[in-house]
């Protein structure tokens, strides 16, 4: 399918906008942002319970070698 624009600079705006907004329905885009987002907040999940499990051993191990209850 072939589009028709008003002149260069018509052409040069709606291929801009293609670049820098590719999805053709409003949809799609949210779809796009929503696994983005997801995956952020996952991420930032996965090291938090990594530093949290870190610091857990730590003292763990500490109290371990100084005899304590451990």
């Given amino acids: ?5 008003c002149d260069y600079d018509c052409y040069r705006q709606q291929a801009t906008m293609g670049i820098f907004w590719p999805y053709r329905s409003s949809l799609e885009a949210i779809t ?3 696994a983005i987002s997801a995956w952020s907040v996952m991420m ?4 938090l319970s990594r530093s949290l499990t870190e610091a857990y051993l730590r003292a763990h191990d500490l109290l ?4 304590g209850d451990g």
């Fill in 44 to 47: 930032q999940m996965g090291a």
């Fill in 32 to 34: 796009v942002l929503t």
């Fill in 1 to 5: 399918m072939q589009a028709r624009y």
């Fill in 64 to 67: 371990t070698t100084e005899g």
